[in-house]
């Protein structure tokens, strides 16, 4: 059955490779696809699937939203917290990119009590200077300052000096 399944879920997701193509869409690798094609394991396929979302991101963003969800619903399928994290927040990044703001929120508001679950304070802040980034693109610049500095407060309680400075820079930014 488990066979069965894998088979299904490789012509389901090829088929959804060549259906979802267009002239303009940036072209997945034939390593990817034969990664994707040939996982051994849950965790590597859907690994595999955030690859290909990323890599169509620029170019494809409704492409790669559809990777990414296909990721996030097996993710929480096989009841894997990191991979779902990294699924939600991927897909609100490229909501952010379509514009659909009110999407992205929900999106990073679902990968921020994933990453308090998890007690990962680190994506906790990268994904509240997501949504700092919501407000921006609203035009809401008080409500971004506010995400901003919640970030900021996260991680110098995580002492993380190298995220640090993007986030001064966000706010930074706002008033030039």
Not at 16 to 33: G, K, N
Not at 156 to 161: A, H, I, S
């Amino acid at each position: 059955m488990q066979q069965l399944n894998r088979y299904l879920f490789t012509i389901l997701t090829t088929g959804f490779l060549y259906l979802t193509q267009s002239p303009h869409a940036q072209v997945i690798p034939d390593s990817l696809i034969n990664k994707l094609s040939h996982s051994i394991n849950d965790s590597t396929r859907i690994r595999t699937l955030l690859d290909i979302g990323q890599m169509m991101e620029a170019t494809a963003t409704e492409t790669s939203i559809a990777y990414y969800r296909q990721a996030l619903l097996s993710s929480q399928k096989i009841n894997n917290k990191h991979l779902e994290l990294s699924a939600a927040n991927n897909i609100g990044i490229a909501l952010i990119e379509s514009n659909k703001l009110d999407s992205a929120l929900v999106f990073f508001e679902a990968a921020i009590r994933v990453a308090g679950a998890l007690h990962d304070s680190l994506r906790m802040a990268r994904i509240t200077g997501n949504i700092g980034n919501v407000y921006i693109h609203r035009h809401d610049r008080a409500k971004a300052i506010a995400y901003y500095i919640k970030g900021i407060s996260i991680l110098e309680k995580c002492d993380d000096q190298i995220a640090l400075p993007a986030f001064y820079s966000n706010i930074s930014d706002l008033f030039s």
